[in-house]
């Protein structure tokens, strides 16, 4: 065939086949809340809509990939410079329309179910995460890393954070020990069964004394607290209150975590988002355990 054949009939083959190559490429995605939906090639226009989807994408090596993030998305250092699209909570849809995402990543623990079906019906391609645990954590990271196509960089930080994790699993614990974590204090609210912070307790040793609630988030009193007697209060909370709240706990000076100087501040950021850094939470954890006994750690 004649090289001037080629060019005259390269055009109908590229209209014969390129549908096919199209279709080919197309993939079905399915998210952490069953929600299926067909995509093409990995995205090249993201917006994350929680600080911690944020957090992976930039752990799993496609922070280049974010046009967009939400409120509050403030590690690491680059995600400070990115525009922002209002809180996770209510976030401005038609600011994120503005970017023309190839897709948004979103989280169930932050995200209204109303605020991802609205993008979904705009013609926007959303995918949500719900992690409830330290297994679950280091899925969605795998997860969003192949979504976005950085899943063999994914797969390699997800197998070192879960190094790190069983690590301090496989510390040896003598006795679980009762403990709560309070993330605000007026009223005080803590977390029950099915929730990461719950896992996370457990996962270094500790017992949370909340664990049989059937409220993922309960309030409760500072009597019920004393009446409960932990031996570790751990105050997710802004450095600032945290100190204020360590003050206030000064008052119940029978109570053993105030006894023991075991009513400890802990960065929220850290032990509330499913991201990389829920092991610093978990190191945080261990060694305070660790350190009540005496040991090195």
């Known amino acids: 065939m004649s090289l001037k054949m080629l060019r005259f009939l390269l055009p109908f083959f590229c209209i014969w086949f390129l549908p096919a190559v199209l279709q080919a490429q197309e993939r079905t995605v399915v998210d952490e809340l069953g929600y299926s939906f067909t995509t093409g090639d990995y995205p090249r ?34 995600a400070r410079s990115l525009p922002q699209v209002g809180s996770y909570a209510r976030p401005d849809l038609e600011k994120i329309v503005s970017f023309a995402p190839d897709m ?31 297994k679950g954590a280091l899925k969605s990271l795998a997860s969003i890393a192949n979504l976005l196509g950085c899943g063999e960089q994914g797969k390699r930080y997800s197998k070192s954070l879960a190094a790190a994790f069983d690590s301090y699993r496989a510390l040896p614990v003598e006795k679980s020990h009762d403990a709560v974590i309070l993330f605000n204090l007026e009223p005080p609210v ?56 360590e003050e206030l706990f000064q008052r119940f000076s029978g109570m053993q975590a105030v006894r023991k100087k075991q009513v ?23 060694g305070a355990l660790l350190d009540s006994r005496g040991k090195k750690h």
């Open 190 to 245: 803590s977390s029950g069964a099915d929730t990461l912070s719950d896992d996370l307790l457990s996962w270094v040793g500790f017992r949370n004394i909340l664990h049989d609630s059937s409220i993922r988030y309960p309030a409760v009193s500072l009597e019920w607290l004393v009446a409960e007697n932990p031996e570790f209060v751990f105050l997710a909370i802004q450095s600032g209150d945290g100190k204020a709240a």
């Open 45 to 78: 226009r993201v917006v994350s809509l929680a600080p911690e989807v944020t957090e992976i994408i930039y752990a799993c090596g496609c922070g280049g990939k974010l046009v967009a993030v939400s409120e509050y998305s403030d590690y690491p250092e680059a």
């Open 104 to 134: 948004v990543v979103g989280s169930a623990s932050g995200n209204a179910e109303r605020t991802i079906s609205r993008l979904r019906e705009l013609g926007i391609k959303v995918y949500v995460i719900f992690p409830r645990g330290v």
């Open 264 to 286: 400890i501040t802990i960065n929220p950021d850290l032990i509330s988002r499913a991201g990389p850094r829920l092991v610093e939470a978990a190191a945080l954890l261990r």
